[in-house]
């Protein structure tokens, strides 16, 4: 198949989850045009059956903002006619659900028939989703989509909770590709870290509020007082500067390392003894699983999806949000109890391994052919 892929070319988890499902269709023969204003983030190398599309939105004195989803509507209707695509998948509702709506109607008049694969990644419906401002045409978008896809059982809940959708929603989980995250020993890179050999714990996001990254802080610091251990904090965004304010108020900024946006998570988090995932809202959980894939318990909030991937007292622990004491409680449990410890990442792995690409990229493979069926039903 053809396959345009619409997405945020961001370290997020949509854009993530859209890259690599990309890779993973090229590799099983499929040609795949990405379509987004840049390259996405992990997109590193070439490939034979990947194209890189990018979109252009001009500005003009007339506008205040410049019209970016009617340029990338746009350029979905020029990649679609020139490239002879089969389908166009969209991931995330607003915008590129609406645009993809209108490149279809647009295509329609041209006797052009493409069928719209939507998938939704949690804030598009959680945070987005819920604006007066904006719920209306994400509802209509979902509702004009040929088969919409939801990354976990909690969000597909929510969205028809949330909205009067017409059809059913297709839960697809999130994966990791194996051959990637799989747990590297480097005995060099953790000296460096911990050189006397205190415990690491990490997290990673794009440190916005909903991530609650200062309750991770708030985590470490009490297990600080209890056992020797450091923090690596993986990622970048808005609430960066006042992390690391907090870092320096409570005297452990020497023990609390900011890493930046790294490529190379899986590096990082295979030196890594717990993950801390604090978050307020996680439709899924992709950091997560990542931490689990390369045999790190995870120490978490109890929301949305994240206990459909950390297992509460199997693969790490669940807390309410904000309970940094009990998820602090909870990680040393792990940490002063070695057998227990080596049990749970056992756990995590073979829970990550029901997360493969090789289950989940199928998956998807059906939904294009229901799509496509669908698509002829309506011409």
């Given at each position: 198949m053809?396959?345009g892929?619409?997405c945020?070319?961001?370290?997020?988890?949509?854009?993530?989850?859209?890259?690599e499902?990309?890779?993973?269709?090229a590799?099983?023969g499929h040609q795949?045009h990405?379509?987004t204003?840049?390259?996405?983030a992990r997109?590193?190398?070439?490939h034979?059956?990947?194209?890189?599309?990018?979109?252009n939105?001009?500005?003009?004195?007339?506008?205040?903002?410049?019209?970016?989803?009617?340029?990338?509507?746009?350029?979905?209707?020029?990649?679609?006619i020139?490239?002879?695509?089969?389908?166009?998948?969209v991931?995330?509702a607003i915008?590129?659900a609406?645009?993809a709506?209108?490149a279809?109607?647009?295509?329609?008049?041209?006797?052009?028939?493409?069928?719209?694969?939507?998938?939704?990644?949690?804030?598009?419906?959680?945070?987005?989703g819920?604006d007066?401002?904006?719920a209306?045409?994400?509802e209509?978008?979902?509702?004009?989509?040929?088969?919409?896809?939801?990354?976990?059982?909690?969000?597909?809940?929510?969205?028809?909770?949330?909205?009067?959708?017409?059809?059913d929603i297709?839960?697809?989980?999130?994966f990791?590709?194996?051959?990637?995250?799989?747990?590297k020993?480097d005995?060099?890179?953790k000296q460096?870290?911990?050189p006397?050999?205190e415990?690491?714990?990490?997290?990673?996001s794009n440190?916005?509020k909903?991530?609650?990254v200062?309750d991770?802080?708030r985590?470490?610091?009490?297990?600080?007082r209890?056992?020797?251990?450091?923090?690596?904090?993986i990622g970048?965004?808005p609430?960066?500067?006042?992390?690391e304010a907090?870092?320096?108020q409570?005297?452990?900024?020497?023990?609390?390392i900011?890493?930046?946006k790294?490529?190379?998570?899986e590096?990082?988090?295979?030196?890594?003894?717990?993950?801390?995932?604090?978050?307020?809202?996680?439709s899924?959980?992709?950091?997560?699983?990542?931490?689990?894939?390369v045999e790190?318990?995870?120490?978490?909030?109890n929301?949305?999806?994240?206990?459909?991937?950390?297992?509460?007292g199997?693969?790490?622990f669940?807390?309410?949000?904000?309970?940094?004491k009990?998820m602090?409680k909870?990680?040393l449990s792990?940490?002063?109890d070695?057998e227990?410890?080596?049990?749970?990442?056992?756990n995590?792995?073979?829970?990550?391994?029901?997360?493969?690409?090789?289950i989940?990229?199928?998956q998807?493979?059906?939904?294009y052919e229901k799509a496509?069926?669908?698509q002829?039903?309506?011409q």
């Amino acid at each position: 198949m053809k396959i345009g892929i619409v997405c945020y070319p961001t370290y997020g988890g949509s854009g993530v989850l859209a890259t690599e499902l990309g890779i993973a269709l090229a590799n099983r023969g499929h040609q795949i045009h990405f379509i987004t204003y840049k390259r996405p983030a992990r997109l590193f190398e070439f490939h034979k059956n990947i194209y890189f599309h990018e979109v252009n939105s001009s500005e003009y004195p007339l506008f205040e903002y410049a019209p970016y989803e009617t340029a990338l509507a746009s350029r979905m209707v020029d990649i679609a006619i020139h490239e002879n695509l089969d389908l166009l998948h969209v991931h995330y509702a607003i915008p590129h659900a609406a645009a993809a709506y209108m490149a279809k109607s647009i295509l329609k008049k041209k006797n052009i028939y493409i069928p719209v694969v939507t998938t939704l990644h949690g804030t598009d419906i959680s945070l987005v989703g819920l604006d007066s401002a904006y719920a209306p045409v994400v509802e209509f978008s979902i509702n004009e989509s040929d088969v919409v896809t939801s990354v976990s059982q909690s969000l597909k809940e929510q969205t028809m909770g949330y909205f009067d959708t017409i059809g059913d929603i297709d839960v697809i989980y999130n994966f990791i590709d194996h051959s990637k995250f799989t747990r590297k020993e480097d005995k060099e890179f953790k000296q460096s870290i911990a050189p006397n050999g205190e415990f690491i714990l990490s997290h990673t996001s794009n440190f916005r509020k909903i991530k609650r990254v200062d309750d991770a802080i708030r985590v470490f610091e009490e297990i600080y007082r209890k056992v020797p251990c450091k923090l690596l904090l993986i990622g970048d965004g808005p609430e960066r500067p006042s992390l690391e304010a907090l870092s320096r108020q409570i005297g452990l900024h020497k023990e609390i390392i900011f890493l930046g946006k790294q490529d190379a998570v899986e590096r990082i988090l295979s030196i890594s003894d717990l993950f801390i995932l604090p978050s307020e809202l996680e439709s899924f959980g992709l950091s997560a699983l990542e931490a689990m894939a390369v045999e790190v318990p995870v120490i978490s909030s109890n929301i949305g999806g994240i206990p459909e991937v950390n297992i509460h007292g199997e693969t790490g622990f669940l807390s309410e949000v904000g309970d940094f004491k009990d998820m602090a409680k909870n990680a040393l449990s792990l940490l002063q109890d070695p057998e227990k410890f080596e049990k749970f990442k056992k756990n995590a792995l073979a829970k990550a391994n029901t997360f493969t690409k090789e289950i989940i990229v199928p998956q998807y493979e059906r939904v294009y052919e229901k799509a496509l069926k669908t698509q002829l039903a309506h011409q």
